[in-house]
């Protein structure tokens, strides 16, 4: 069947309240498709759509809130997503945040890799038995040629508490290389059920994504002559959403609508294949109401005990006062030692999460040992 945007494809996008994801809505409304457009807030999100609805002369535009912030406002999202239609065929995840400074998320993760990476990760993992049982249809990632500038996933510190970086640049690299690598790592899982994914870059777009920081504002402001508008900034989206010749392209990073090479990092599939792991375990998917079906949770599992050896105080190691160090034991089941180890580490992440303990521990050791 030949690709073509009628008013049952339906679409969700993410991030439309404004900039890149709002002109990507107004695209795929022009084309005529039945959009859903999501933002975190209501009453922004709201009048985006009604203005959608005018500018397109589209009536099927409507609008769902969630904040990225929170993963249980994702699961709602996902369910209202679901509850609304019963088909799904294009799914944009482009919302994102630059934040100048490190913060927790709602559920105490760094907020940029929770709303950058986690959200749309956990979103597209309960959407998809819509999108496959509507297939053909695509998921599309908005990632950013920044993702570059990230040379690997920090397993030891996803968190970003130890090397926030410069004005938020290094957390949000990270986050968009895991876009790169969930992107590459979805296309993997999904072969053959005609659900393709892409990611891209969308150019250099002049829009708020850094309100965050007065500095980098201003730059945006300077430089808005040689930047993109944002409906330019739109254009490789809706390129991978609507081009007919793009038909079972999978896999691919896409910028000026080329498909383009990744970084090195960001081709490295054993690195996909472990941080949807270890996102999955984070996200507690396990414990919500998901159909397990990836291959690396159908296949068998040995029993492991993992021995996790860390620090309490971390500051106290910058003032150069002595830290003392503690063993925690986590007994988890793991298809290797990897497996077993990421399980552990993000029991062990969750457990520091809901603790009352304000410092930040440090891993210092892991160690891991089958069980017979
Ligand atoms: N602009 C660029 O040059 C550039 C370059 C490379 C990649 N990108 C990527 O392009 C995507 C779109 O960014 P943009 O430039 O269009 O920025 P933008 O104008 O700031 O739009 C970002 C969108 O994400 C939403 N969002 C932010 N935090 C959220 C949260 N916690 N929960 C739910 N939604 C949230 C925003 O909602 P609110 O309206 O409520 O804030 C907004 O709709 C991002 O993934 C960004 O990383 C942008």
Not at 112 to 136: C, D, G, K
Not at 206 to 220: Q, Y
Not at 263 to 289: F, K, P, Y
Request: proline residues 3%.
């Amino acid at each position: 069947m030949s690709w073509a945007i009628t008013e049952n494809t339906v679409c969700l996008v993410t991030g439309a309240s404004a900039g890149i994801g709002k002109e990507t809505a107004r695209g795929l409304a022009a084309l005529g498709a039945t959009v859903v457009i999501a933002g975190r807030h209501a009453e922004r999100t709201e009048r985006v759509a009604h203005e959608l609805r005018q500018s397109t002369s589209n009536p099927r535009i409507s609008h769902l809130i969630a904040n990225f912030s929170s993963l249980d406002e994702v699961v709602r999202l996902a369910a209202e997503m679901s509850d609304r239609h019963a088909k799904l065929h294009i799914l944009i995840n482009n919302a994102g945040v630059w934040h100048q400074h490190r913060r927790d998320s709602q559920d105490g993760f760094d907020d940029t890799f929770a709303v950058n990476h986690l959200a749309p990760f956990l979103l597209t993992r309960l959407l998809r038995h819509r999108l496959i049982e509507s297939a053909p249809a695509r998921v599309i990632t908005v990632s950013s040629t920044l993702h570059k500038l990230s040379r690997r996933i920090r397993f030891d510190d996803l968190d970003h508490r130890r090397r926030p970086g410069w004005f938020g640049l290094a957390p949000y690299a990270h986050s968009k290389l895991a876009n790169v690598l969930f992107s590459r790592e979805l296309a993997r899982r999904l072969e053959g059920t005609g659900v393709t994914s892409n990611c891209l870059h969308p150019g250099n777009v002049a829009t708020t994504v850094v309100r965050d920081s007065r500095l980098l504002s201003i730059g945006i402001q300077v430089g808005r002559l040689f930047l993109l508008t944002p409906t330019e900034g739109a254009r490789t989206s809706l390129h991978l959403a609507t081009a007919p010749e793009l038909d079972g392209v999978t896999g691919g990073y896409f910028a000026s609508c080329q498909q383009q090479q990744p970084s090195s990092a960001g081709q490295d599939t054993e690195t996909a294949s472990r941080l949807w792991r270890v996102s999955q375990a984070l996200c507690r998917l396990d414990d919500r109401d998901v159909r397990r079906t990836e291959a690396s949770t159908s296949g068998p599992k040995d029993r492991y005990e993992v021995t996790i050896r860390y620090r309490e105080g971390v500051f106290a190691s910058y003032a150069g006062l002595p830290v003392r160090t503690y063993s925690g034991v986590f007994r988890v089941q793991g298809a290797d030692e990897v497996e077993a180890c990421d399980q552990a580490r993000a029991e062990f992440e969750h457990l520091r999460r809901v603790s009352s303990v304000a410092w930040p521990r440090d891993i210092v050791e892991v160690l891991c040992r089958r069980l017979d």
